[in-house]
């Protein structure tokens, strides 16, 4: 091997040392997630707001981001409720993943009340284990404010002032009147 063939030899060998070296301090010096991690679990949206079309579609999430698939009447246990798949006969239905009291508030309810806003509720879970639940309701994209009780189209939702810093199983913001 020449000298030449020698430093070319070494200089990638250092790289490659120093690749395997910055990604293990990437992967261990890097903070775990911790409880500030936040991920969609659950969203309603009302489509076509205000028209006779109008409805709304609840779906669920996983905590990688995808939707979950939720066919009618099969049923999910997840820290935010027990939901279960609804049918989407026309595009006016409530339907989709809806939480199981809801659905049962749903049979002697008015549950798709016209309005002219576009009306979003989510639900964001928060720490390591996603179980710290926060209801948010947005009206034409912004958001809504504590208050005691809001009507909306999916009914109405009601403030819950649980803890913000609360380390397990806690339910904060805005929840469906309905739900247990």
Not at 29 to 50: F, M, S, W
Request: charged share 20%; proline share 7%; with cysteine.
């Amino acid at each position: 091997m020449n000298a030449h063939t020698q430093r070319a030899a070494c200089g990638w060998i250092v790289a490659a040392l120093a690749g395997v070296l910055l990604g293990a301090c990437a992967s261990f010096g890097a903070p775990p997630p911790g409880d500030d991690e936040v991920r969609l679990a659950y969203q309603i949206v009302v489509t076509a707001p205000g028209t006779r079309s109008q409805g709304w579609r609840g779906a669920l999430y996983q905590a990688d981001g995808a939707s979950i698939a939720l066919a009618p009447g099969a049923h999910v246990d997840t820290p935010a409720g027990r939901f279960v798949g609804v049918a989407c006969p026309h595009p006016w239905s409530a339907c989709g993943a809806v939480e199981e009291s809801v659905v049962r508030w749903m049979e002697s309810h008015q549950h798709n009340i016209p309005m002219r806003e576009r009306w979003t509720y989510r639900i964001y879970a928060r720490g390591f284990y996603g179980d710290r639940l926060e209801g948010e309701l947005t009206r034409d994209g912004a958001r809504v404010e504590p208050a005691p009780q809001i009507a909306t189209p999916m009914g109405a939702f009601r403030w819950i002032e649980g803890p913000e810093d609360a380390t397990t199983g806690t339910k904060r913001g805005w929840w469906h009147e309905a739900w247990e």
